[in-house]
């Protein structure tokens, strides 16, 4: 029981992550499209940032999926 548990723990901490890293990216984001909107370059960190926290949301993604299936098959 305590490994069902911990793995939905996991999940759910690594959702609340995820979470706040969407917020932080939508900032990144923002900047992106106003610079789309008018027709100047992005930022290079604006771009870096959003790269970066979209890599790691789908990091932690990919580790929900797999705790998911894992838990799954506990159950």
């Not at 901490?13 to 992005?42: D, G, H, M, N, T």
Request: charged letters at 45%.
């Amino acid at each position: 029981m305590s490994i069902k548990r911990e793995m939905a723990k996991e999940i759910r901490v690594i959702s609340e992550e995820i979470q706040l890293l969407e917020i932080k990216r939508s900032r990144s984001e923002a900047a992106l499209i106003e610079s789309l909107i008018s027709k100047s370059e992005p930022k290079k960190e604006d771009v870096e940032y959003f790269r970066a926290f979209t890599a790691e949301i789908e990091v932690k993604r990919d580790r929900i999926q797999k705790l998911t299936r894992e838990l799954e098959k506990l159950l």
